[in-house]
């Protein structure tokens, strides 16, 4: 057993803005004392101190704030107290801009534009991933899906959140991930390189490559002169029970267990889709028998321009992008970075309240900067 403690900064400073997971740290506590008042309640602050060090980090329970709720949505529910219906959907990507009021990956919106020192002086992303399958499916993936379709190259992780979310047990959210030895260190490198993929644990999608490149792999990136066709393998397995548990599988997709392999059963039977995605969206799927075996897969892709590739059995296993640049073009998706122009300027409304008053002219600096970023991403769109 390995058994490491980093810190979850909840419940002081920054949880305003969004929680973050920080790994690696080497001082644990943020300069200026041992209390909860001095930390940062800007995002940026904290992640700046942890970089330093050169910590892995990226926000908790990722989905709490980034419920869609557009009108004529495909699904109503009930939400707080109020017993007041409201329409959620769980479309992927879809361009609703939620109301970012939560302490889920609400500033990463913002954090994800910019870089910070690394423990060399040196200029690193200040996020490296997102946390997913402990908060619904739809919230934590859009605003992740969006952030790649602009050109960011953050990963995902899995996440419990045990006690708070939920109190089974550690691991039911999971991070996979490719190492050559049983390290710690390397596993957290691993997330930031995006050697992993994350499960619930009841399906698996290993050695995922594209035209031979393995995922997480350096640049974890294949160039191509133009439109091509790009073939990709995996090693894939899942396991149900012969009959559906309806428990599961009649639940809204905002009701624990958020992820889990049941909801992806098709029909009475015991198969589960895979599918493949580019820029988030589905271009090819295979139907597997969810009888526990490994099986390979594999799919020839067309691409015509630049864009990310991952696969997944939906809600229950994700892997990491492998990217695919095609004749030297970044990956500009217009109604991606449209859709951030306005979660910037929706994030700062909500979140202007709660930041001290020492920190508000960063804060707005820090915002104006990443609102800045994408409209200019935005103009290189087509």
């Not at 329409?87 to 302490?103: A, K, Q, R, W």
């Not at 190259?153 to 190492?179: A, W």
């Not at 393995?214 to 090693?235: C, D, F, N, R």
């Amino acid at each position: 057993y390995l058994l490491r403690y980093d810190v979850e900064v909840s419940g002081f400073g920054s949880h305003q803005s969004g929680h973050l997971c920080l790994l690696r740290l080497r001082e644990q506590l943020y300069p200026g004392g041992d209390s909860s008042a001095h930390w940062p309640t800007l995002g940026l602050n904290t992640l700046r101190w942890a970089k330093a060090q050169g910590a892995v980090v990226g926000p908790a329970h990722s989905g709490w704030g980034l419920q869609p709720l557009p009108p004529g949505a495909t699904e109503s529910v009930h939400s707080g107290n109020s017993g007041k219906a409201r329409v959620m959907t769980h479309e992927l990507p879809n361009y609703v801009v939620p109301p970012f009021s939560g302490i889920g990956a609400n500033e990463y919106i913002v954090d994800v534009t910019h870089v910070v020192p690394g423990p060399d002086g040196r200029p690193v992303p200040a996020v490296d991933f997102i946390s997913t399958v402990d908060t619904p499916y739809p919230w934590e993936l859009n605003i992740w899906y969006h952030t790649l379709n602009v050109g960011y190259r953050t990963r995902i992780s899995g996440e419990t959140d045990f006690p708070c979310i939920y109190g089974e047990k550690v691991g039911l959210g999971r991070s996979y991930v490719r190492q050559p030895k049983l390290d710690y260190g390397d596993w957290a490198v691993g997330i930031r390189e995006g050697r992993n993929y994350v499960s619930d644990g009841k399906s698996h999608l290993i050695d995922f490559r594209a035209n031979g490149v393995e995922m997480g792999a350096g640049e974890s990136t294949i160039k191509l002169a133009g439109p091509s066709t790009v073939k990709v393998t995996v090693k894939t397995a899942a396991l149900l029970g012969e009959r559906p548990d309806e428990a599961i599988r009649g639940k809204r997709f905002d009701q624990k267990p958020y992820w889990d392999l049941e909801r992806a059963r098709i029909g009475n039977g015991r198969k589960v889709p895979v599918e493949v995605l580019l820029n988030g969206r589905v271009v090819a799927t295979r139907e597997i028998d969810a009888d526990g075996a490994m099986r390979d897969l594999s799919f020839d892709v067309a691409v015509d321009s630049s864009a990310w590739l991952a696969i997944r059995i939906p809600l229950s296993s994700h892997t990491n992008p492998i990217w695919l640049n095609v004749a030297d073009k970044p990956i500009r998706v217009k109604e991606s970075i449209e859709w951030c122009v306005k979660a910037v300027e929706r994030c700062f409304e909500q979140k202007i309240g709660r930041i001290r008053l020492p920190e508000r002219g960063e804060m707005k600096q820090a915002y104006d900067f990443a609102k800045a970023e994408y409209e200019r991403l935005l103009r290189e769109a087509k």
